[in-house]
């Protein structure tokens, strides 16, 4: 195969490169910036690029190919096909909206959210059921955790904590 050189860029194109490489927050796209960046200003070929970067010689082609094809637009990620997401915008603000409730306050039987709860209780609100480590996954995104409910043993008995504290020396002794 005949080696793939790039001519020569222009300061502004190198300049975009080298920002774009600095800036995405896209790993591969830097891999691909520094790609042509090492063809541009290294002049080095395809198979020293792919042992620098760790890609396949072919890989390294392509993206070559394709940035003199379509330029900086080029090296982003295509769309690619696939079902689109079930979660909308008004079930994410539904989902942080009740997790910030109290379940009592909604009269529902229970004290606290738990993942499980909260899709239950969307599912039959919306109609979408997703799953519990979905939900999870939304809350986190959204910058909210469950926690984990603290358990206190408490009793009728008037006495309770006299003998609590009680026990508590004895067994310290």
């Known amino acids: ?62 993206w070559l190919a394709r940035y003199e094809a379509e330029g900086i637009i080029g090296l982003a990620d295509a769309p690619r096909a696939g079902t689109p997401p079930k979660v909308t915008p008004a079930y994410r603000i539904r989902l942080l909206e009740l997790v910030r409730r109290r379940p009592r306050a909604l009269g529902l039987p229970f004290s606290l959210w738990t993942a499980a709860r909260l899709a239950d209780h969307l599912a039959e609100e919306t109609g979408l059921r997703m799953s519990v480590p979905s939900v999870q996954r939304l809350l986190r995104a959204g910058g909210m955790a469950l926690s984990r409910p603290q358990h206190t043993i408490t009793s009728p008995d008037p006495d309770y904590a006299v003998k609590k504290r009680r026990s508590k020396t004895l067994a310290m002794s």
């Open 1 to 62: 195969m005949r080696p793939i050189r790039l001519d020569a860029l222009s300061p502004e194109q190198l300049s975009e490169l080298d920002h774009l490489y600095h800036t995405s927050p896209d790993p591969r796209v830097r891999i691909r910036a520094l790609m042509i960046l090492l063809c541009a200003e290294r002049h080095l070929v395809a198979a020293e690029i792919a042992a620098i970067v760790r890609q396949h010689e072919e890989t390294v082609r392509r």
